[in-house]
């Protein structure tokens, strides 16, 4: 390097050197600006909601290209149809059917904040035997676990987190949450089990 300096002049060396200051000054504040940012928070409120969906076997009319039909319906029409998608490049047979179909009705909802531990509602199926309208069953299992997190100027954030990384974190616990310049939080830097 001694020797690449030898053949600049006094003149580019200063120009090197004053461009090199003059990063390594502006860098932090780049960074400040640029950068992503920490914000210091505090975990306000843990809450939680878990839904069971229930469906309900009903007498469905529907219709749908007959290739793509659910089993166990009737068809009642068949017509050829281009397809409004252009997913199928020739007209297709479509169908009008009929059938007992499992349909989504509803959810039975347990909803909570921390201390109390999350938990699955009890839900009420119609007394009917499998196999017959009217008869319901248990669809799906859906939980959400959110904390919401203030700092010193009462800006807050919410994040949707995992059961385990839920768990492990109190009301009160205070942490450093990363935070882009547009105030948008990087909820992946909340600490606990990932």
Not at 4 to 22: E, F, G, K, M, P
Not at 60 to 73: A, I, K, N, R
Not at 91 to 108: D, E, F, K, N
């Amino acid at each position: 390097m001694s020797a690449r300096l030898d053949y600049l002049s006094n003149r580019d060396r200063q120009h090197r050197i004053a461009a090199l200051v003059i990063a390594l000054l502006f860098a932090p504040l780049g960074w400040k600006l640029f950068g992503p940012r920490g914000e210091w928070v505090t975990i306000q409120t843990l809450r939680w909601q878990r839904d069971i969906e229930i469906e309900r076997l009903s007498e469905v009319h529907d219709s749908s290209w007959c290739d793509e039909m659910p089993d166990g319906v009737q068809e009642v029409q068949r017509k050829l149809m281009d397809d409004p998608t252009g997913q199928r490049p020739e007209a297709s047979p479509h169908c009008r059917y009929t059938g007992l179909q499992w349909r989504t009705l509803r959810a039975v909802r347990a909803q909570g904040e921390h201390p109390q531990p999350p938990y699955w509602g009890t839900p009420t199926l119609a007394a009917v035997p499998p196999g017959q309208p009217g008869a319901e069953r248990i669809s799906k299992y859906k939980g959400i676990y959110e904390v919401v997190m203030v700092d010193s100027q009462a800006r807050d954030w919410t994040c949707r987190l995992t059961l385990q990384q839920w768990s492990a974190l109190k009301p009160g616990q205070e942490f450093r949450l990363f935070v882009d310049r547009f105030g948008v939080a990087n909820c992946s830097t909340v600490p606990g089990v990932r």
